[in-house]
C-alpha cells in the first residue's frame, strides 16, 4: 500500500486570506451563501488549508486538533456556504473574496490598498 506523503511535503501553493468583513455576499441572487451565517475565523483558516489540498486528517495535524473536528468544521462550512463538495467550496471561497490563490482574485485587494493611501 502506497503511504501518502506527510502535509508537509506537498507542494506549496500560496493562498492568503483576503481583508475585509467576514459577511458573506448577500446581494447575488440564487448565491450559494444567501441566507446563511457568517463564517467563524477558524472557518476560514479551514478553507485555507483545505484551497492547499490538505485532507481532513493532515488539516487536523496541522491545526493541532482531532480529524473529527476538523470534519465537523467541513460539515458546517458546506452547510454556511451550500457548498456540495470542496471544489464548490473553494469556487464560492474565490467569488466570495475569502481567498487569493496564486495572485489570482488578489487585485482587488492591491487596489483597494491603493486608494485607501
Known sequence: MEQRPAFNALPT?????????????RSTAGSMSQG??????????IIELVAQGLTNQEI??????????????VSN???????????????????????????FNCCAIDGKKAQLS
Open 77 to 103: 462550512i458546506f452547510t454556511k456556504t451550500g457548498a456540495k463538495n470542496r471544489v464548490a467550496l473553494l469556487n464560492w471561497a474565490m467569488d466570495h473574496g475569502k481567498i487569493c490563490r496564486d495572485g
Open 36 to 45: 446563511r451565517q457568517d463564517l467563524s475565523e477558524r472557518e476560514i483558516e
Open 60 to 73: 487536523a495535524a496541522a491545526l493541532t486538533i482531532s480529524k473529527r473536528t476538523v470534519d465537523n468544521h
Open 13 to 25: 501553493v500560496e493562498v492568503s486570506l483576503r481583508p475585509g468583513p467576514m459577511s458573506s455576499d
